[in-house]
């Protein structure tokens, strides 16, 4: 028998609440990341890769599909495209682009672009692409729903738009110690206690399946559609 949400362990608000987007205070961000990107592979590379595989797969790339994918960092996703589509990836640190595009050379990734962007004011027409994909990103953002709206709009009718990312704990514990850790972790542009449904929920984005991914199962693939 399928599983709700709710069993799964994820919160889903009363209808009609009023979703909470308190901006993340981002002074000193982008100088975390510069700092963060010498390491940033050895750090987050294999222990999230798993998370990273069942992302791409949900995404259902078809032969031609344009992807868009919101916070490349260091380009870890790029070699788990298939090469029969077509990838921008953005991201705002100049440092971890300037790594993801020596990976890119290095692997020979030409079906991949990078382009310096904000995932809260993109630049791209309503509907130019297939798919959107927003790795590890989501709670970093000053807005997420103002991303997850971008990523909407950016997205054609029928497409699949798809977040990995760490949310708040159903378990109740857990997620008095999630919100106890968030204001530590917002100096750093990291939102620990980002609630999934108010963001989906205030973007317009309709779930079409949630998986716990990595070890601990502290991550999900929360795989949306445009209708």
Partial sequence: MALSL??????AP???ARPLSRPIENAGVGRVYA???PVYDLLFA???QSGRVAAIGA???RPGDHVLEVGTGTGLNAPLYPRHCRVTAIDLSASMLARARTRLAREGLTHLRLLAADAARLTFADGAFDRVYAPYVISVV???VQAAREMRRVCRPGGRIVILNHFRSANPLV???ERALSPLTMRVGFKADLELFPVLDAAGLRVLAVQKVNWPRLWSVVTCIKD
Avoid: F, K, N
């Fill in 6 to 11: 709710r069993e799964r362990g994820y919160y």
């Fill in 14 to 16: 009363p209808v009609g």
């Fill in 35 to 37: 700092a963060l990107s």
């Fill in 46 to 48: 294999a222990p999230l």
């Fill in 59 to 61: 995404l259902g790339i």
């Fill in 142 to 144: 000053p807005d997420p």
């Fill in 175 to 177: 997620a008095r110690i």
